[in-house]
C-alpha cells in the first residue's frame, strides 16, 4: 500500500493514465486547431473533438450537437445560468435554485440578483434532500429558470430530478443541472431526467483539469442561451475560444470510461464505502452520518464526531488525504452553507470529516483509514474535556 492515501475525489480525481495515452497524441504529432479548414493538421483536430463530442453525449443520453465544451462546471453554470436568464429575460426575471448548490451557483444567481432578476433559495430538509413539493410552490407566472444540482459535492445527496423534470416542463420553466458530481458516477440521462441544461467538469470523472461541458437541450423545446464569450464563433458562438483538443479528447476518453465501467464501480465504491462507515461504527460511539444514505453518490462519506474539532483530526491523520466536513474553504473558519442548510449543529459541522472514495481506493486503504479514523477520534476525545460533557448531556 502506497501512502499518503487519497481519498478526496469530491475535490478532484487523478487522471486515469487511460486518459492520459488518449490525450498524449493532441500535444504534439495532433497539435492542430480544431478551427483550421484548409489542411489535414485541423482536420484531425476536428476530427478528434467530434469523435470526444460524441463520447460525451453517450454517457448523459444526449446528441451530440447538444454538447457544449468549457473550460469546466463553473464556467457551464455560468453560461447556463447567465446566458439562459438573460436570454429569457422578457419572458421573466425570477429563478428558484436551492441553499445546499455549489458557490459556482450561488454566486453566479447571487450577482444576477443583484442585476435585477429574483431569486428564491428552497431549502433542502435535514437529510439534504430538496422537496418537489417546494420547488413546485417556489415557482411564479414569472419564473425562467431552476437549478438543482444533481449531487451534493460535501454530504454526496442525490436530487430528485426525474420528478422535477416533470414538473418543471408541463410548467415550461428551463431546468439545469449542476452535475459535476454525478456525471460518470451515477447513471445520468437527459431525456430520463428532463433536463434542458446540465453541467460538469472532466476532473470529477478522472479527466484534465480545466475542461468541462454544457448540455443544452435541442430537441424538442430549443434552449435559448445568451453567450458569455465573444469571439472567433466556436460552439455554435456559444463559447469562442480556440478549443482545448486535448483536454476535449481526454474528457471524452473519461466519459467513455465511466460509462463502460458504471455498473461494476458503483457497487465496488458502495462496498468499500460501507466496509468505511461499518469499520468506523464499530470502533467509534457518537459519531452521525451527515444526509442521507441511501439517496447518495455511492462514494461519499461525510461523518461528525461528537467532541473533537475536524482540524484536530485532519492533523492526526496526516498520511490520508481527506477533507474537512462542512468547512467553506480552507480560508474560511465558518461552517459550510450546506451543513447550516441542514441543520447541523455547529459544533458536529466543525468535527465532520468528509470522504470521498473513488477509481483508485482498494479495501486495504479503506481498512488502514478506518484504523486512523478511530485511533484519532479516541485519542483527540480522551484529551477533550468537552466529549466528557458532549456524552452526558446526551445521557441526560
Ligand atoms: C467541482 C464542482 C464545481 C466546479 O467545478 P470546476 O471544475 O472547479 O469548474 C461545480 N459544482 C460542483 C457540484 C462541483 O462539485
Known sequence: MKLPIYMDCHATTPTDPRVVAAMLPFFTEHFGNAASRTHSFGWA????VESARAQVAALL???AREIVFTSGATESNALALRGGAHAARERGDHLVTTTIEHKAVLDTVARLEREGFRVTRVPVRTDGIVEVERIAAALEPGTILVSVMAA???IGTLQPLAALGVLLRERDVLFHTDAAQAVGKIPL?????GVDLLSFSAHKLYGPKGIGALYVRRRGSRVRLEPIVDGGGQERGLRSGTLNVPGIVGLGAACALAQAEMPVEMQRLRDLRD???AGIQARVEAMQVNGSLRERLPGNLNLSFAGVQGEGLLMMM???AVSPGAACDSANAEPSHVSRAIGLPEDLARSSLRFGLGRFNDVEEVDYVIEKVATAVRRLRAESPLFATESSREKA
Not at 440521462?189 to 431526467?193: A, H, I, R, S
Request: proline share 0%; glycine share 4%; net charge negative.
Open 45 to 48: 483536430a476536428e476530427a478528434a
Open 61 to 63: 443520453g444526449a446528441e
Open 152 to 154: 451534493n459535492n460535501e
Open 189 to 193: 440521462d437527459v431525456e430520463v431526467l
Open 275 to 277: 466496509r468505511l462507515l
Open 318 to 320: 496526516n498520511d490520508v
